[in-house]
């Protein structure tokens, strides 16, 4: 069992770099909460019932996702940083970019049946 290098304090650019990800993670959640909120308290309903409530749930749902999975990807990062290891790949990227999709999708649903 090798010890592997010990943990060094990376170049303070990539930690900030790093930080700042998380950040745009978290900005990225709070736009879709507030997205999924404002939908249900502030949109008219469509025709199709249910589809308000639906089309808030899956935003908020989608906030949920990508802010639980936010510090834990920055903790991965900032840890294989420090031991010099290549940095974990991101499975978020693609859930987030079809969950925008997918909620593009039923919004534009919803618009044209209503």
């Known amino acids: 069992m090798s010890a592997g290098p010990p943990d060094t304090e990376p170049d303070y650019r ?11 993670w978290i900005r990225t959640a709070l736009g879709l909460l507030a997205a999924g909120v404002g939908l249900r308290q502030l949109l008219p309903p469509f025709e199709l019932p249910g589809g308000t409530t639906v089309l808030a749930a ?3 749902g989608l906030a949920a996702t990508v802010a639980a999975t936010s510090f ?8 294989a940083m420090r031991a010099g290891e290549p940095l974990p790949r991101s499975t978020m990227v693609p859930v987030l970019a079809t969950g925008v999709l ?4 039923v919004g534009a649903v919803l618009v044209i049946a209503g």
């Open 72 to 79: 834990p990807r920055w903790y991965r990062v900032q840890r």
């Open 102 to 105: 997918l909620l593009a999708l």
């Open 14 to 24: 990539f930690t900030l770099a790093n930080e700042r990800t998380f950040l745009a």
């Open 58 to 60: 899956a935003c908020i």
